[in-house]
């Protein structure tokens, strides 16, 4: 923001009055400024010409806050933030004081940073968890949802009157209907009650979780996160391409860890039955019905089931 030297240097003299007495008359003339002098009658003028410098920002930064031009373009010296005045009386002289004021924007966005800063993604973009939802506009773009979203407005309104449940949720349904995405609206909801969360794409996940054996520290951490997080998405389960050391090891002890303390979300186009024989086969042991079986032991109890139907969005 532009100083007041900055702006006595920029204005030319008119009629013979100097800069500085120019600006000097603006600023104690300025409606802002008359207030607060109808506030404290007992201010006299000198105690206004040594604070110039105060009102002159004062003044200022509540025009710019009146032309706001948005929180990125902030003008104010303090982005999101305006200056205000108090006037206090020490020893019977008045001393003014000036101090910040954060603006409605401001407040919001650091409300939203707050929010964002507890969900966590691996591998999914993270577009989904800043997203503005709107759940008659979800509902608008493809009515074949309405079912799906009334049953998660269920769940978070359960979640917030009763607290964090056991019983997870299973978004099953074909490619493109909106899964992740009505993922995602769940754990914004649920982040702005302050729930943590974790959204994980479980193709990439799997992938690298193999290559993290090799860090074990790493891999510790990555699973600690997953298993302390309020809420845990892994989303289109189902798609990796699962090693037995993965399944029992990685994912077994993620739910085992969870089931009967956190709730679980999957996203994924197969059934549950279709989701077992996934578990039960690997290209390096090859079928293994009962480890299969015991994994889903992990699922199924643990989850209600969402069916999200709907047409491909993916492209539109």
Request: aromatic content about 8%.
């Amino acid at each position: 923001m532009e100083s007041l030297g900055e702006a006595m240097r920029r204005m030319p003299p008119i009629g013979g009055l100097g800069n500085a007495e120019r600006i000097a008359d603006q600023v104690l003339n300025d409606p802002l400024v008359l207030k607060l002098r109808s506030r404290y009658p007992e201010l006299d003028e000198a105690v206004l010409r040594t604070n110039l410098n105060r009102l002159y920002q004062m003044t200022t930064e509540y025009r710019n806050c009146k032309a706001c031009p948005g929180l990125a373009l902030c003008p104010n010296d303090m982005q999101g933030h305006s200056t205000g005045i108090n006037c206090v009386q020490m020893n019977g002289r008045w001393q003014l004081n000036d101090y910040k004021t954060a603006c409605s924007k401001w407040t919001a966005n650091e409300q939203q940073q707050q929010i964002r800063r507890r969900m966590t993604s691996f591998y999914v973009d993270e577009a989904i968890l800043g997203e503005q939802y709107d759940e008659e506009e979800i509902i608008r773009l493809d009515a074949n949802r309405a079912l799906a979203v009334n049953q998660l407005q269920n769940y978070v309104r359960t979640t917030i009157n009763q607290g964090l449940q056991k019983q997870g949720l299973y978004l099953q349904g074909d490619f493109g209907t909106g899964k992740t995405y009505l993922a995602g609206y769940l754990l914004q909801k649920l982040a702005k009650e302050g729930y943590s969360s974790v959204i994980v794409y479980m193709p990439e996940f799997v992938e690298d979780a193999k290559a993290l054996m090799f860090e074990p520290q790493k891999l510790k951490e990555t699973i600690t996160l997953m298993k302390d997080a309020d809420l845990l998405v892994f989303d289109d389960i189902g798609a990796e391409n699962l090693t037995p050391w993965v399944r029992d090891h990685v994912l077994g002890a993620i739910l085992n860890h969870r089931m009967n303390r956190k709730p679980t979300f999957y996203t994924s186009n197969h059934e549950l039955d279709d989701l077992e024989r996934h578990f039960s086969f690997t290209h390096k042991e090859g079928e293994e019905l009962h480890k299969g079986q015991r994994l889903m032991d992990r699922v199924r109890p643990f989850v209600d089931i969402v069916h999200v139907r709907g047409r491909n969005h993916r492209g539109s």
